[in-house]
C-alpha cells in the first residue's frame, strides 16, 4: 500500500518531492505543500483536507489532527492502511487539488495544461 500512495502522490501533475525531518516524503504543487508521507512503517500519511473533511476523519479511531499543521486543517493518518487505498487516494486527490487553487491563477493555468497534455 505504501508504494500505491507514493505512486499515486507522484503521478499527480506538476508534482515535486523532497525528504525532508524524520524520514518523511513531502509532496509539494506550485512549491507548497499537500502531503506527507513517512519513509518508515508504519508509514503515517498526513494531508491537507477542507475543515468539514477535518472534524469527519479526525472522529475515526487512528487518525489524529497532524503534528504543526492541525490548525490549517491537516489530519495524519497513524497507519497506511486504516483507510482503503481508494478512499486515501480520493482525500489526496483533494489535497492536491486544495493546494493547487491556493496557487496564484498563472500557476493554475500552466499546470492545467499540463494536465490536458498528459490525459
Not at 487516494?89 to 491556493?102: K, P, R, T, V
Amino acid at each position: 500500500m505504501f508504494d500505491n500512495t507514493l505512486d499515486f502522490c507522484r503521478s499527480l501533475p506538476a508534482v515535486t518531492t523532497e525528504k525532508k525531518w524524520d524520514n518523511e516524503l513531502r509532496f509539494f504543487v506550485g512549491e507548497k505543500l499537500f502531503c506527507m508521507l513517512s519513509l518508515d512503517p508504519p508509514h503515517r500519511v498526513s494531508f491537507k483536507c477542507t475543515p468539514s473533511q477535518y472534524h469527519q476523519l479526525i472522529a475515526k479511531p487512528g487518525i489524529v489532527p497532524a503534528p504543526h499543521l492541525a490548525r490549517y486543517h491537516w489530519v495524519q493518518v497513524k497507519q497506511e492502511d486504516l483507510m482503503p487505498s481508494v478512499e486515501l487516494e480520493h482525500f489526496l486527490h483533494n489535497a492536491y487539488d486544495l493546494i493547487l487553487e491556493s496557487l496564484p491563477p498563472y500557476e493554475q493555468e500552466a499546470i492545467q495544461k499540463q494536465r490536458r497534455v498528459d490525459a
